[in-house]
């Protein structure tokens, strides 16, 4: 009679003459080089995930600071009736970084994707006041703009490489 | 059905995930994997492109005169690349007219475009007077040519129409659909066209306008009831300020 066995790490059925999982590929009765690829290779995914993990997060926090210096700087101006009309614009900027965040909460690309977008429109549209003001703070704004980058790479990686590990039943 | 491990040629069970005698990954998913991956990559960069692009050429138009020779040379420009931008990606052609027409839903569009240019041409023209004390108008540019109306409609409501839906409810919508799903392909499509409008303040209305116009998109799968409510709604801001209501 045969005896049916469970593979350790996503407890689907093997066949007898399995050496490998064929769900989830870990080495059931592989000897141990087997058994220590198969963990570096879901560590070395796993490093990846964490790695986009925090890349997602510095965008966060990037978006954190934007909408508490636009919501800060809008109501500042909002006092003065010279400014006003500026203060609004800083709140509704406020509004919409905002609104980005709750999206990469959502879908982290399409979320870093628009308030990268907007936060390069934002960049640009100085030029209406005057042009040289785009390389005010320019190494401010580089580093905004890698964080942004390195974002946007990220989250597809977070998704491919978490796919994977799912795939792998290794989370 | 049974099927074979490419690498070392052991019978294993169909649409198997991992082979069971050497442990590799079935080369099917990993083709699949990649071709994903790559769709997903052109896309990015298509999208990434137009987008800066776009911007780009925007600020240069913001920052030129507005007369009605500039305002023609602007036209053409941004509707050669829209066009060039649609033939680079050929499948949003089908996707201009819907199979059938169905006459009731060709009549709510227009009364829509009617109703959102009424709201709207009321409400931007209160807000522009409170916060800057002055209110934007399109006839001006058009009162030394020869026939201002037929100018102004062709200009402002027919081109942008066409070209704008062909850009954001078909390149652009098409682009994200591919890289993130339908839901984000509205929500993105209407984001980028209310940024493109390079105003804050009229993001209040052309959001939710943008959301409208994209929503139709996915829900009957063409941009031609897009494009009669952007219409409608650009000729009527014409009309009601041609003939002088706000």
Partial sequence: ?171 | MKEVCRFCNSEQAASFKFCSQCGRRNTQLQEKDEKTENKYRRNLQYLSVYTLFSIILLLVEALTDTTFEILVIWTVLFALIDIIFAVVQPGIWHKVFPKSLRPELILLMILIGIVTAVVVSYSVSHINRILFEEVYVYMPMFEDTQYPLPFAILIVAVCPALFEELAFRGFVFNNIEVIAGRKSAILGSAFLFGLVHFSLISLFWIIPFGLMLAYFRSKYSSMFYGMLIHFTHNASIILLEYYGYF
């Avoid at chain 1, 059925?13 to 999982?21: H, K, N, V, W």
């Avoid at chain 1, 934007?66 to 006092?79: H, P, R, S, T, V």
């Fill in chain 1, 1 to 171: 009679m045969e005896e049916s066995i469970i593979c350790s790490q996503c407890e689907s059925e093997l066949a007898e003459q399995d050496i490998f999982c064929p769900n989830c590929g870990y080495p059931e009765k592989g000897d141990e080089t087997e058994i220590n690829k198969y963990h570096f290779r879901v560590k070395l995914k796993r490093d990846i995930v964490t790695d986009a993990e925090k890349k997602m997060k510095n965008v966060k926090i990037l978006l954190y600071i934007i909408i508490g210096l636009n919501a800060c700087l809008g109501l500042f101006y909002l006092f003065d009736e010279f400014t006003f009309a500026d203060g609004i614009g800083n709140l509704i900027a406020a509004l919409i970084f905002t609104g980005c965040l709750i999206w990469v909460n959502k879908n982290p690309l399409m979320g870093i994707l628009a308030a990268f977008v907007f936060w390069i429109l934002l960049q640009l549209s100085v030029i209406f006041v005057d042009p040289a003001l785009i390389f005010q703070g320019i190494l401010m704004k580089g580093v905004f703009l890698a964080i942004f980058i390195k974002g946007v790479n990220s989250a597809y990686d977070y998704k491919k490489y978490n796919a994977q590990l799912q795939e792998m039943n290794a989370n």
